[in-house]
């Protein structure tokens, strides 16, 4: 009997510590945020969040203190390879007397744009925008000469060493065209092929943009 009452004193002991334990630190902690509560600014937890007993009106209730997160610091301008501006075709590049600078070398050809701003864009692809007369320069520093050809679209120019030569042309029709080298020109002369691309303005943007400087 003694033994039966020690275990139940002992349970109902456990039971209120535990809930002394699980009370929050206010005893006037309502279940949730917008409870009531009984003491201004008393604080307290409800499950995980951090109350505030606010005055609203005439009420007392609790108010989360979860403060709103900081802004997010930006992280420092990476400065990114800067967009070609919509009028980089029309008004930029156009005042430029080399839009595009074709470079044929022993064995290869490259092809470098020069921006509005004077900075340039590097390209293993000719893009050429369509419908527009597009100013070429054609270099040729090697000591050989080199056939600068397109036959899908009917050009053909020759790069002589040490002279760079000057032509407008217009490409009428979007398309891919395959370019190559018609001269002989040393042993790595079946390698200089390219590929020129005719595009709408706005892909010849995009082509610039993801070109490297
Ligand atoms: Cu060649």
Redesign the pocket.
Known sequence: MLNSMKRTALALLSFLLLICLSAPSDAFAANSVGGACKKAHAVSKIGTVQVVCTKVGKKLIWKSATRAPAAQQSSPALSPTPTPSPTAIAAGVAKNSDQVRVD?S??SFSFVYTLDDKSTRKSSTLFIPQGKVFHFSLANSAD?S??FWIPGLSLNKEAVPGETSRFDFTAEKVGTYPGL?N?V??RG?SG?TFTAQVVSDADFLKALASMSS
Do not use: E, K, N
């Open positions: 044929a022993s064995w050989t080199h056939g080298c001269i020109c040393g002369h200089m």
